[in-house]
């Protein structure tokens, strides 16, 4: 046996093989040590280095018998891609025996992936092909407002991305869209009218409102979704508070709302929104809202944060996006939500210098992550998935979006990387060699923040110098306070 998992082989080729060795083995492709061809390598050698099938004297063909390419057969003898092209034919059929021929950029961006077998996974699982089949049939509308009403929301919403990425459905800010059908639901759940009515106002102008404007310049990003969903909840909150305690918006005095905001301040504060727009829309006095102290940050120990760079350097273990995206996080001192947001148009080539703009000017990437960076942008170049053609420097599975920032925390907490923790470290070493206004520049960080730390570390940069353009066109170094 291949492996010690499965005691049951499936067939005997250099040995007893079990059925996941196979997939594994029919989707191995390289150059044969034997031949020399570039083929299927399902056979081991003596050594056991992959062999192809003739030099391993494997009798099973591998050939498709319709497009003739060598690969794991699924069913009829035909190969993974040939097999989804027909599952795809057959569910978009509009029943005149064809595909419907609005969802024909459909069906080829989904059979042309590099992984057919994902296809065919998605196809299997309950409720994708019925789905398909209603958009086919016309039973379901190819509409945003259609699809939004399904009540399979999260397949639904899938099904809409790729349609997006097809260019079939025109371009909505998903999580917009997801914010606005959470809070449905949170207003549903109210059961007094009134309250409700309230929070559907506040909803409304204070987050929708912002929310909107903020994907007019550029796509909302989870972490500004969760930020509203926060204010929203602290909102019902504080009125199932001033229910209970026998006060209203108009009466509530000062200390009770203080004694409130109070107890648990973190977890209250995003209820501060909700009071100022209360207070501006007059529908309570104004009040005074005190800002409880932030927490000592916790640092790193700075042997520590040297190690792990080294380790996320030179260990070949991890793939080398999970490797990249670590390092920018640990030295450059970016949430793993901004990160994740990279386009490829945030990357330049200049010679043999790599840049990667955070703020502005665009911060120099060093050895190795110049190089690092330049092997991500060589394999996007090659890649045929879903997000084939999308401009996110570091694509998720799903069509069109960038990989799940919470997705990578788990997957970095697994591995042991104390991602929030390097990263604060990062940016208090950075102000130890670096002015705070340079980089708060270079980062992309508010100034305050970080003078604000410079100051908690006692980093008293009183002087730096700054190169200002003169009219005549050439830079002049001066000397400025800080």
Not at 311 to 328: F, G, K, Q
């Amino acid at each position: 046996m291949r492996c010690d998992r499965y005691s049951q082989p499936a067939v005997r080729w250099e040995g007893p093989v079990c059925r996941p060795c196979i997939k594994r083995a029919t989707r191995n492709r390289g150059c044969c040590p034997h031949c020399g061809n570039h083929r299927l390598l399902p056979g081991r050698d003596d050594t056991g280095h992959p062999i192809c099938r003739d030099w391993a004297g494997i009798a099973r063909s591998f050939f498709c018998r319709r497009c003739h390419h060598e690969g794991l057969l699924v069913s009829d003898k035909l190969c993974e891609r040939c097999t989804l092209t027909d599952r795809l034919t057959t569910v978009l059929d509009d029943g005149t025996g064809q595909p419907r021929a609005e969802l024909l950029p459909l069906l080829d961006k989904l059979r042309l992936t590099d992984k057919p077998h994902s296809g065919l996974t998605w196809l299997d699982k309950p409720g994708t092909t019925d789905l398909l089949t209603a958009l086919a049939t016309g039973a379901t509308a190819i509409s945003h407002d259609a699809l939004a009403a399904h009540p399979a929301w999260r397949k639904a919403t899938y099904l809409r991305e790729l349609l997006i990425a097809c260019g079939i459905l025109p371009p909505i800010d998903k999580q917009l869209m997801l914010f606005q059908r959470w809070l449905d639901t949170q207003l549903d759940a109210v059961a007094d009218a009134e309250r409700r009515a309230l929070l559907q106002r506040f909803a409304t102008w204070n987050e929708l409102r912002r929310l909107r404007h903020k994907a007019e310049q550029a796509p909302l990003s989870p972490a500004t979704i969760r930020g509203s969903r926060e204010r929203v909840r602290q909102a019902a909150a504080l009125l199932n508070w001033l229910d209970i305690s026998g006060h209203t918006l108009a009466t509530c005095p000062q200390p009770a709302l203080d004694t409130w905001l109070a107890t648990n301040p973190q977890t209250r504060k995003p209820a501060t929104a909700f009071l100022r727009w209360a207070g501006q829309a007059t529908l309570m006095p104004r009040r005074r809202l005190t800002r409880a102290p932030l927490p000592a940050a916790t640092i790193q120990p700075r042997r520590q944060q040297h190690e792990l760079i080294n380790a996320l350097v030179t260990s070949d273990d991890w793939p080398l996006r999970e490797r990249l995206i670590a390092l920018l996080v640990l030295l450059y001192a970016q949430p793993l939500s901004r990160i994740t947001r990279l386009r490829r148009t945030d990357i330049s080539i200049i010679g043999p210098d790599v840049f990667i703009r955070l703020g502005d000017p665009p911060a120099p990437l060093p050895p190795p992550l110049d190089d690092m960076t330049r092997q991500l942008l060589e394999h996007r170049n090659t890649y045929r998935g879903p997000n084939a053609n999308t401009d996110w420097l570091f694509p998720g599975k799903r069509p069109e979006q960038p990989i799940n920032s919470k997705t990578l925390n788990n997957r970095f907490s697994k591995l042991g990387i104390p991602i929030q923790l390097g990263r604060t470290t990062g940016l208090r070493e950075l102000l130890h060699t670096t002015p705070s206004p340079v980089v708060a520049s270079m980062l992309g960080i508010h100034p305050g923040t970080t003078a604000r730390i410079a100051a908690e570390e006692g980093i008293t940069w009183s002087r730096y110098a700054t190169r200002r353009p003169t009219p005549n066109g050439h830079h002049d170094t001066r000397i400025h306070d800080s």
